[in-house]
């Protein structure tokens, strides 16, 4: 297994893995990975895929945002998405390509890297926890549309 930077020929696998993971947001997803070849995204700053075969099986992508709960730092590396396909879990896959999201941190100067998850996704929640996350905090967030 390997990990390394996205690149165009990974294009499709992309697409799809990121389609499994947000599957009702499929029609962002060929914008989002434009934006990111194209230099333009602001929601993704650096993706690694891990490889077996040259054949894409998993990915992060990394960004630093202006916040990040439970850290008082002003900018943050943070883990925008996180996937791995079912057949390569538990082979290590997800904490390589979290290693390397931490080393890219470090490379850029941070000393913390933030991430989260669904509230109830136990899965993901354990294995932050065994590669040395700290939870911060739980909350449920609101947005409301105003009319004027």
């Given at each position: 297994?390997?990990?390394?930077?996205?690149?165009?020929?990974?294009?499709?696998?992309?697409?799809?893995?990121?389609?499994?993971?947000?599957p009702?947001?499929?029609?962002?997803?060929?914008?989002?990975?434009?934006?990111?070849?194209?230099?333009?995204?602001?929601?993704?700053d650096?993706?690694?895929?891990?490889?077996?075969?040259?054949?894409?099986?998993?990915?992060?992508?990394?960004?630093?945002?202006?916040?990040?709960?439970?850290?008082?730092?002003?900018?943050?590396?943070?883990?925008e998405?996180?996937?791995?396909?079912?057949?390569?879990?538990?082979?290590?896959?997800?904490?390589?390509?979290?290693?390397?999201?931490?080393?890219?941190?470090?490379?850029?100067?941070?000393?913390?890297?933030?991430?989260?998850t669904?509230?109830?996704?136990?899965?993901?929640?354990?294995?932050?926890?065994r590669?040395?996350?700290?939870?911060?905090?739980?909350?449920?967030?609101?947005?409301?549309?105003?009319r004027?």
């Open positions: 297994m390997l990990i390394r930077e996205i690149k165009h020929s990974d294009l499709d696998r992309w697409s799809k893995m990121r389609s499994a993971l947000w009702n947001t499929e029609d962002a997803h060929v914008t989002e990975i434009k934006d990111y070849f194209e230099g333009r995204s602001i929601d993704i650096q993706v690694y895929v891990a490889t077996v075969n040259d054949n894409a099986v998993g990915f992060i992508e990394l960004n630093i945002r202006e916040f990040a709960e439970g850290s008082r730092r002003p900018r943050v590396p943070y883990v998405a996180w996937y791995v396909e079912p057949e390569y879990r538990g082979m290590n896959c997800g904490r390589l390509l979290m290693r390397k999201a931490e080393s890219w941190a470090l490379g850029q100067g941070y000393s913390e890297l933030a991430s989260d669904e509230i109830d996704n136990r899965q993901s929640i354990a294995i932050h926890a590669l040395g996350f700290e939870e911060t905090e739980r909350i449920v967030c609101f947005l409301k549309k105003l004027s």
